[in-house]
């Protein structure tokens, strides 16, 4: 059942603390918000939109360090500040056209369950909540901020039968 899901996925929304980061925050002694990124998720996210599968962002929080690694991916589908990410996914279709049976979503705290239940693909990092796991149709092997988001690009490349194109591609280019 999850290949099948896999296979129709045009669409990748993320959430970030605990996804795209391990989760932690950081304050400099100036109350600036810093936050750790993956490069090896942001390849992943780079050969997914290399693919023409579309990569957003749906986070609670806000900050110029996201905007600044959205930026660096070539990423403008952002929503922050989001209180009800649920309520994203018909904003979402309306931008892009994507159906919430085409879309993905990787998730790991309580606040994403509802986008979850929703959404083609449900996905839970390792280190997700009980009940974040137990609503997702997959989860990771990697935890958040460790390799999760790569490992998701990767299976769904895989599932699509791209994987080995972009890799050929990658390395000839």
């Not at 099948?4 to 925050?25: E, H």
């Not at 600044?68 to 952002?78: Q, T």
Request: net charge positive; proline share 2%; aromatic share 4%.
């Amino acid at each position: 059942m999850t290949a099948a899901r896999l296979q129709q996925i045009k669409l990748v929304l993320l959430d970030v603390d605990g996804v795209l980061t391990p989760g932690q925050i950081i304050y400099d002694d100036n109350g600036n918000q810093l936050k750790i990124f993956d490069v090896k998720d942001g390849l992943g996210i780079r050969l997914l939109k290399e693919a023409g599968i579309d990569v957003g962002i749906v986070t609670g929080r806000t900050g110029s360090a996201l905007r600044h690694r959205c930026n660096n991916l070539g990423i403008d589908l952002i929503f922050d500040g989001i209180r009800d990410k649920r309520a994203v996914l018909e904003k979402v279709k309306e931008r892009t056209g994507i159906a919430a049976q085409a879309t993905a979503f990787v998730g790991d705290d309580l606040p994403d369950i509802p986008i979850m239940r929703r959404v083609g693909l449900a996905v839970a990092v390792a280190n997700a909540h009980a009940l974040v796991r137990q609503c997702a149709h997959m989860t990771t092997r990697a935890p958040g901020g460790r390799g999760a988001v790569r490992e998701v690009c990767e299976t769904i490349l895989k599932s699509q039968g791209r994987w080995e194109e972009l890799i050929n591609k990658l390395f000839n280019d």
